[in-house]
Structure formats: C-alpha cells, structure tokens
C-alpha cells in the first residue's frame, strides 16, 4: 500500500472513531472507543511511533494497547501524549502524522469525556434536588408521615 493511501485510510478510520466520539452520550461508550481506536493500529504502525517513544505512548513492547478502564486511565494517556508531543516540537525530532493523530484523538476523547461527566454529575444533582424537594412535600403534605406511633 502506497504511503498516501495509508494516510487516506487512516483519515477515514480517524473519521469514522471521531463521528463515534461525537455521537456519545454515556462515559462508559467514550471509553469503549478510545479501546476500539488503539486496538485498531497495526503492529507495524505501534513500532512506527515507538522509534521515538521513550514509554509513553499506549502502547507495550509487543505492541499492545494499554487497557483505558477508567476516566482516570485515560486521562493519564492523554496528558502523557500530550506532553511528549509538545517536547517533541521543541526538539529535532520531526512529529509524525500518527503522532499528531493520536494526540488528536485522544485530547478529543478525554473531551468528550469530562464533557459528559460533567453532564452526568449536573443530573444527578437535579435528580437529588428533586427529591428532596418532593420528600419536603410529601412530609408537609402529611404531616404524620413517616411516624411509627
């Protein structure tokens, strides 16, 4: 496969797990498609990117994906990658396209994330106010309620 048509079959893939990103409401399907995402690079991409990772990247040394169980997994991921990005752009090591895209990717998803946390923890709060406001209701309604004698 010609190095173009890499690049285009993995913008169409990077597309396809951003539209994913895009359309989830729960924290849990986030989590699912950042494995989804690094399950999908192939070995010979993971030894690409490893040339100038020094242990940083999601990646182990028989080029595994690191497990994402938690937000707190991927976070870690994401800031690692973020960083070692960054430090590259100040060094004369050139930033490669996987890269940039799975910099890319996984600031998108760490986004995502908190976004829907954060949505998330708003509504259980509403929830919680509700509640005790019906529970304020019903005991004045009845003032009785709850009584044993």
């Not at 048509?5 to 990077?14: D, K, P, R």
């Not at 597309?15 to 409401?25: A, E, I, K």
């Not at 070692?84 to 799975?102: M, N, V, Y």
Request: aromatic share 6%; charged share 25%.
């Amino acid at each position: 496969m010609a190095n173009g048509e890499h690049v285009l079959e993995s913008l169409t893939e990077m597309d396809r797990y951003m539209r994913d990103l895009g359309r989830s409401t729960q924290p849990a399907a986030i989590l699912d498609i950042v494995r989804a995402y690094l399950r999908s690079w192939s070995p010979e991409r993971i030894a690409k990117l490893q040339t100038i990772d020094a242990g940083w990247a999601p990646f182990d040394e028989f080029q595994r994906p690191t497990e994402v169980c938690s937000a707190a997994d991927l976070r870690g991921i994401a800031s690692a990658v973020h960083s070692q990005c960054k430090a590259l752009k100040a060094s004369p090591l050139e930033l490669t396209l996987d890269l940039l895209e799975l910099d890319r990717f996984l600031f998108v998803a760490n986004q995502m994330l908190g976004r829907l946390e954060q949505q998330s923890s708003t509504a259980a709060r509403d929830a919680a106010r509700l509640r005790d406001r019906v529970g304020l209701a019903m005991s004045s309604a009845h003032p009785g309620a709850g009584r044993m004698f």
